[in-house]
């Protein structure tokens, strides 16, 4: 995998902060900010995969009510009456 550099602005005291933050722990402050980024990366692959199986979903109930597979109101209330009161 080839390399590039990512530059950006920020304030110094910041800057101090986040890199004695990271001497502590006994990395430097890129390798901090790749993990950074890939996390935030990997997050956003799992919210969007996340969103598309949501997605699908309801989709399906929708087609499966528009198919006529739906339960009346009051069966539904009557079942879950029953699971409360026991």
């Known amino acids: ?11 110094e005291d910041l800057k101090s902060e986040f890199s004695s933050m990271a ?3 006994d990395r430097n402050a890129a390798q901090l900010l790749r ?3 890939r996390d935030y990366v990997r997050g ?6 996340h969103d598309a199986w949501f997605r699908r979903q309801v ?5 499966s009510a528009n198919a ?4 009346p109101s009051a069966e539904v209330e009557a079942k879950f009456a029953a ?4």
Request: net charge positive.
């Open 1 to 11: 995998m080839s390399e590039s550099t990512f530059t950006f602005r920020v304030a």
């Open 23 to 25: 001497k502590s722990r």
């Open 35 to 37: 993990d950074f980024m």
């Open 44 to 49: 956003q692959h799992m919210a969007a995969e």
């Open 59 to 63: 989709q399906m109930g929708r087609d």
């Open 68 to 71: 006529g597979n739906l339960v």
């Open 83 to 86: 699971k409360r009161a026991a």
